[in-house]
């Protein structure tokens, strides 16, 4: 069992930061990647980005809306997981989670956190 807990949401202004970050606990030696999701209001939750949990290198994957404003990176020695969120929009509104997936493919990702809203004012 992973347990997940991220903080660090808020609201911000468009064209703002904010950083997420996300504990993890547990058997996290199983884990491959971690990634990030989130959920709009009245919309389906949307693969943000990942990261190769174990192993040498950090391989990271970008979903296309936030390529290039938003980066994850971890911490294996603390078992964290950080989102630093750039130049944010109004549609980055959502509520932001983080996910660890024991598939080497991370096609599925098996446990998951209980979220923490981001709201970017116009």
């Known amino acids: 069992q992973v347990q997940l807990v991220e903080s660090g949401g808020g609201l911000v202004q468009a064209g703002g930061s904010l950083r997420l970050s996300c504990a993890a606990s547990g058997g996290t030696a199983s884990v491959y990647y971690m990634g990030w999701f989130r959920q709009a209001p009245g919309k389906e939750r949307e693969y943000v980005g990942r990261?190769?949990?174990?192993?040498?290198?950090?391989?990271?994957d970008y979903s296309d809306p936030v390529k290039g404003r938003f980066t994850i990176s971890r911490d294996n020695a603390k078992s964290t997981l950080d989102l630093q969120m750039n130049t944010l929009k109004p549609e980055d509104t959502a509520v932001y989670y983080c996910?660890?997936?024991?598939?080497?493919?991370?096609?599925?990702?098996?446990?998951w956190g209980q979220g923490t809203q981001v709201t970017v004012s116009s």
């Open positions: 990261i190769r949990w174990s192993g040498i290198g950090t391989y990271t």
């Open positions: 996910a660890a997936s024991t598939y080497i493919t991370a096609h599925q990702y098996d446990y």
